[in-house]
T-cell receptor, first 111, second 113 residues
Framework: SQELEQSPQSLIVQEGKNLTINCTSSKTLYGLYWYKQKYGEGLIFLMMLQKGGEEKSHEKITAKLDEKKQQSSLHITASQPSHAGIYLCGAVLYNFNKFYFGSGTKLNVKP | ETGVTQTPRHLVMGMTNKKSLKCEQHLGHNAMYWYKQSAKKPLELMFVYSLEERVENNSVPSRFSPECPNSSHLFLHLHTLQPEDSALYLC????????????FGPGTRLTVL
């Protein structure tokens, strides 16, 4: 079973459209990390959320962690082809000294 | 620039070969990780080293042998691999194990013939 569930698994959007990717856990998260990966390359760290209700933004990407610290969303505003790639969430669960990754969301942005 | 480098970037090897993957981090971190990423599978954690001591080994076959001679370098020694071992192998490092942000290298694309 997956400790972190990501949805959707893949997404195709028209350039300029907004989109949201979700990451859900059945357990409380100690910290939630978002990464982006271009095909065949390493993961690029985007941002980390730790407090319930926390929200962070970087350029046109905004990530939120819910109050219960069991779900996070990544929102991209006015998507561009440069946003294309695989987005992965990662997290440490409370009482688990181990890091988990979600299965990833593959994003394509059509010009 | 991630501060974590991996060599080689691409590797093709036969099942009887012995090869090694190298990872180096320039971030002053104390923990280093090996991950395997196969097509259609989530990222799989293979090994974790903290202060040069192996602290996690996730049921990885013995044909994969890690080595961490110091906190800046991590190796993955490969021998008698199988075609199903073909994957992208990613190295990462963090200041402390598990709870700190992990920074990844660009990966080594391994093909086993």
């Amino acid at each position: 079973s997956q400790e972190l569930e990501q949805s959707p698994q893949s997404l195709i959007v028209q350039e300029g459209k907004n989109l949201t990717i979700n990451c859900t856990s059945s357990k409380t998260l100690y910290g939630l990390y978002w990464y982006k990966q271009k095909y065949g390359e390493g993961l690029i760290f985007l941002m980390m959320l730790q407090k319930g209700g926390e929200e962070k933004s970087h350029e046109k990407i905004t990530a939120k962690l819910d109050e219960k610290k069991q779900q996070s969303s990544l929102h991209i505003t006015a998507s561009q082809p440069s946003h294309a790639g695989i987005y992965l969430c990662g997290a440490v669960l409370y009482n688990f000294n181990k890091f988990y990754f979600g299965s990833g969301t593959k994003l394509n942005v059509k010009p | 620039e991630t501060g974590v480098t991996q060599t080689p970037r691409h590797l093709v090897m036969g099942m009887t070969n012995k090869k090694s993957l190298k990872c180096e981090q320039h971030l002053g971190h104390n923990a280093m990780y090996w991950y395997k990423q196969s097509a259609k599978k989530p990222l799989e954690l293979m090994f974790v080293y903290s202060l040069e001591e192996r602290v996690e080994n996730n049921s990885v076959p013995s044909r994969f042998s890690p080595e961490c001679p110091n906190s800046s370098h991590l190796f993955l020694h490969l021998h008698t691999l199988q075609p199903e071992d073909s994957a992208l192998y990613l190295c990462a490092s963090s200041f402390r194990r598990s709870t700190d942000t992990q920074y990844f290298g660009p990966g080594t694309r391994l093909t086993v013939l």
